[in-house]
T-cell receptor, first 114, second 114 residues
Framework: AQKVTQAQTEISVVEKEDVTLDCVYE???????LFWYKQPPSGELVFLIR??????QNEISGRYSWNFQKSTSSFNFTITASQVVDSAVYFC???????????FGKGTRLHILP | DAGVIQSPRHEVTEMGQEVTLRCKPI?????LFWYRQTMMRGLELLIY????????DSGMPEDRFSAKMPNASFSTLKIQPSEPRDSAVYFC????????????FGEGSRLTVL
């Protein structure tokens, strides 16, 4: 069965530091999709990125970057030069091609300290 | 489009009472998901529908929980009788195709059972 593990429950860093959020997944399918969502203190869930299993290129979007490594079943998320507004809970998620359900990890609560 | 609409936004009830949470998905979206968020368990998938048909309800915690989707524009999640451990934020989400991109979430219904 598919599974997503976010081992870091809570992380605190000082503003402007870089921080990496880990995501490890398990799947028996060869075709699958990975996601990251952000949940700011206001509570809504904000989509950040989707990646399919055939595309292992790293992605960069401004201060955000994602490192997808099939060899280690990981899809890590890095925030460069963190800002207080990055404080949120971040969720990693997985869906398999043959199964439409989307499974989330337990989330990592990120505190950016001024 | 108005997005996924959930009601009520907040519900406070006493143990033993029936609770009904409502969701209107985005028009045209064939998939509807119900999730529950707690500090301990993170974001758990309870049930999801495809074209109004329940596909996987393995995440429904027990018989006290039931969900219906009588038509493409409306779904309910019912808890009867409610218990304090049901206190959580319940999210509804919809999608045209889970693998294609973003899962659109409602703002959530915060349930408190006293």
């Amino acid at each position: 069965a598919q599974k997503v593990t976010q081992a870091q429950t809570e992380i605190s860093v000082v503003e402007k530091e870089d921080v990496t959020l880990d995501c490890v997944y398990e799947t028996r399918d060869t075709t699958y999709y990975l996601f990251w969502y952000k949940q700011p203190p206001s509570g809504e869930l904000v989509f950040l990125i989707r990646r399919n299993s055939f595309d292992e290129q790293n992605e960069i979007s401004g201060r955000y970057s994602w490192n997808f490594q099939k060899s280690t079943s990981s899809f890590n998320f890095t925030i460069t030069a963190s800002q207080v507004v990055d404080s949120a809970v971040y969720f990693c998620a997985l869906t398999e091609f043959r199964d439409d359900k989307i499974i989330f990890g337990k989330g990592t609560r990120l505190h950016i300290l001024p | 489009d108005a997005g996924v609409i959930q009601s009520p936004r907040h519900e406070v009830t006493e143990m033993g009472q029936e609770v009904t949470l409502r969701c209107k998905p985005i028009s045209g979206h064939d998939y509807l998901f119900w999730y529950r968020q707690t500090m301990m368990r993170g974001l758990e998938l309870l049930i999801y529908f495809n074209n109004n048909v329940p596909i996987d309800d393995s995440g429904m915690p027990e018989d006290r929980f039931s969900a219906k989707m009588p038509n493409a524009s409306f779904s309910t999640l019912k808890i009867q009788p409610s218990e304090p451990r049901d206190s959580a934020v319940y999210f509804c989400a919809s999608h045209l195709d889970p693998a294609a991109g973003e899962l659109f979430f409602g703002e959530g219904s915060r349930l408190t059972v006293l």
